[in-house]
């Protein structure tokens, strides 16, 4: 079946344009008769981020699952994990966040969570869809069995207390100066105050959204801001999370980039040596740099591969029992706290590193030198420029001229219309040059 809806996270796209109220309205409908099992009084848990469209979708997600007779409990903006982690711990039915993650503010998307707290796998996707293209109107609620919908108190406090119950008793961050950049979305409260109580002198930016700054000159994907106040407070650290929370990059007390590849090195190698790494390695994206690939293999830890989407890592991570996973991108995934990817939660681990070991931060998370890697996108309009005979020849001649000592990757995005190609290898002019030829091919068959 090809997947018309649901991309590698959720339903994403412009908002009033593809993510419409009459598609959240469906989604809801669909979502709802998929996880009502039994007859129980079912409810769904709706979290969101600070867009502006997210009062539309909410509203008219609360009309979908209402109508199939589902209770609603609406939290307000919350990071993504928080969802996860409420829905399990709360006996909802399905968890539902609203949010495009690190996309503009004009966008927005439809994320969805299983009763125990994770990620929907392809199959039960595919049962929603099937639904999404159906008439529903034949398995609506009676009457008297529709769904109520009430906003509930609370839950910011209880995430709060959540992540900080993953660090360990004994540490504290006292003595620390900690930028946090709350990219003015899901995590504007619940991150900056979670440092406080920890101890820390917290100096937040990012926290004043207004519908339509999240992600705008701030968070992970533009990391101008906090690089800057980070050295100009002489802070020890910066973190900078994006829309939804469930990813981070660091910012070292002399303004560089720590980006998840790093991440991963630092939280795998300390949980190694507290014994609690489990499955002898780290679950990461064909994505990640090679340089971390090598460094793991140095200190007898596996790199294993998946396809793009934190989804993927977790549904390899649990098929073979792993506890750490992430993506280059900033999503850590550590299945003894969260069932997705929580960005404040891996700054957490981080932290605790930073503040056992007493060295500074740019020593702490620098574990190995990136190999070259280039990545560029070409944008497209319709039709599957991959497919082009002209195209196929340039991949197919960059992956000989890399040789195995490099890797090429051409795939489309999951969320966008764009065409990813990255390449990494030993001599930066070959990769450039590669990625070069194959944006080339690509650029004359998408314009």
């Known amino acids: 079946m090809v997947r018309r809806y649901f991309g590698t996270d959720g339903i994403r796209g412009r908002a009033n344009k593809v993510i419409t109220p009459e598609l959240a309205l469906k989604v809801g409908q669909a979502a709802g008769l998929v996880f009502k099992n039994g007859e129980h009084r079912h ?15 909410e509203t008219a997600l609360v009309a979908g699952f209402t109508s199939v ?63 999404l293209e159906s008439d529903l109107s034949a398995q609506l609620a009676k009457g008297d069995q529709l769904g109520r919908a009430k906003r509930i108190d609370g839950v910011q406090d209880r995430y709060i207390e959540f992540a900080k119950r993953t660090l360990p008793r004994a540490i504290d961050l006292s003595g620390l100066r900690v930028v946090i950049d709350c990219a003015n979305g899901a995590a504007y409260k619940v991150a900056p105050g979670a440092l406080w109580e920890l101890g820390a002198d917290v100096i937040s930016i990012g926290v004043e959204p207004n519908g339509m700054n999240i992600n705008k000159d701030c968070g992970s994907t533009d990391l ?8 100009e407070m002489r802070a020890d650290i910066g973190i900078a999370l994006d829309g939804d929370a469930d990813r981070v990059m660091i910012i070292d007390e002399r303004g560089h980039t720590v980006d998840g590849d790093q991440l991963l090195a630092v939280i795998a190698e300390s949980w190694k040596e507290d014994g609690r790494l489990q499955g002898n390695g780290v679950v990461a994206t064909v994505m990640s740099n090679l340089g971390l690939e ?41 299945t003894d706290y969260t069932t997705t990817g ?19 931060v740019s020593e702490v998370c620098h574990r190995f030198e990136p190999l070259p890697q280039i990545l ?14 002209g195209v196929k020849a340039a991949i197919a001649g960059a992956e000989k001229k890399l040789g195995v000592g490099g890797r090429l990757l051409v795939r489309p995005s999951g969320t966008e219309p ?24 690509l650029t004359q068959v998408a314009a």
């Open 294 to 334: 090598r460094y793991l293999g140095g200190i007898g830890l596996d790199l294993i591969r998946t396809p793009v989407g934190d989804r993927y890592v977790l549904e390899r991570m649990r098929a073979d029992g792993y506890n750490v996973g992430g993506e280059q991108s900033g999503h850590i995934v550590m």
């Open 43 to 57: 409810r769904v848990l709706i979290g969101k981020d600070t867009r502006l469209s997210g009062y539309m979708i």
């Open 69 to 131: 007779g589902m209770d609603v409990l609406l939290t307000g903006p919350i990071p993504t994990p928080a969802v996860g982690m409420l829905a399990r711990s709360m006996r909802a039915d399905l968890g539902v966040m609203i949010s495009a993650s690190h996309n503009p503010y004009d966008d927005n998307g439809i994320k969805l969570f299983g009763p125990d707290g994770f990620k929907l796998s392809d199959e039960v996707e595919s049962r929603i869809e099937v639904l």
């Open 224 to 231: 101008a801001a906090i690089s800057h106040k980070v050295r």
């Open 376 to 389: 560029k996108n070409v944008r497209y309009r319709t039709g599957k420029p991959m497919e082009n005979a």
């Open 418 to 441: 764009l065409i990813r190609v990255m390449a990494e290898g030993d001599d930066k002019v070959l990769v450039e040059a590669v990625v070069d030829d194959v944006i080339k091919a």
């Open 342 to 360: 929580d960005g404040f939660v891996a700054a957490l681990q981080v932290l605790a590193v930073v503040k056992r070991r007493n060295k500074p």
